[in-house]
């Protein structure tokens, strides 16, 4: 009989998910920060790479505190996601909507995050891992505030824009 699965269980596979998902945002960010034709969005990209890179960091961390060796596990959702931004690159490059719809392409992949974060944050503190729910809330603040500032750069870029 299959041992029953615990919600340190379900917090420890939502870690590895989120895991990959913002190593594969370190990469894309690289990409977008190339392919975007705006200064400030290219900044924002080459900013929030860095952050991602820091949010590695503290997930490793996190791992650290429940006893887990730092490992992803392959998210459909992010590679669905990651592969809608390539087709959208491709369709749209060099247009004037190009740089509109790489932030929305990252807002997809932001409000993944933001949800899965949000679960780790609420699990961490049901599992009494205070320390650990610090570390995750502070990323979910970064994540939050990233998708206000491209909300706000999109509605710019978009005014700018031609119909």
Do not use: C
Request: aromatic letters at 6%; charged letters at 30%; zero cysteines.
């Amino acid at each position: 009989m299959a041992k029953e699965k615990t919600l340190a269980d379900a917090f420890h596979e939502t870690l590895k998910d989120i895991y990959y998902a913002e190593r594969q945002s370190v990469r894309s960010l690289k990409k977008l920060a190339k392919a975007a034709s705006d200064l400030e969005l290219k900044q924002a990209f080459e900013k929030h790479g860095r952050e991602s890179a820091a949010q590695l960091d503290r997930l490793e961390q996190v791992f650290e505190s429940i006893g887990k060796k730092p490992q992803s596990k392959t998210s459909e959702a992010i590679q669905g996601l990651a592969a809608e931004m390539e087709e959208d690159m491709d369709d749209f490059g060099g247009t004037q909507a190009a740089d509109a719809v790489l932030i929305a392409s990252v807002q997809a992949i932001e409000h993944y995050e933001i949800a899965r974060y949000g679960a780790l944050v609420a699990w961490a503190r049901k599992l009494g891992n205070l320390d650990a729910a610090e570390l995750l809330n502070t990323t979910l603040e970064e994540e939050k505030a990233t998708d206000v500032f491209l909300t706000e750069l999109a509605e710019k870029l978009n005014a700018e824009a031609s119909v």
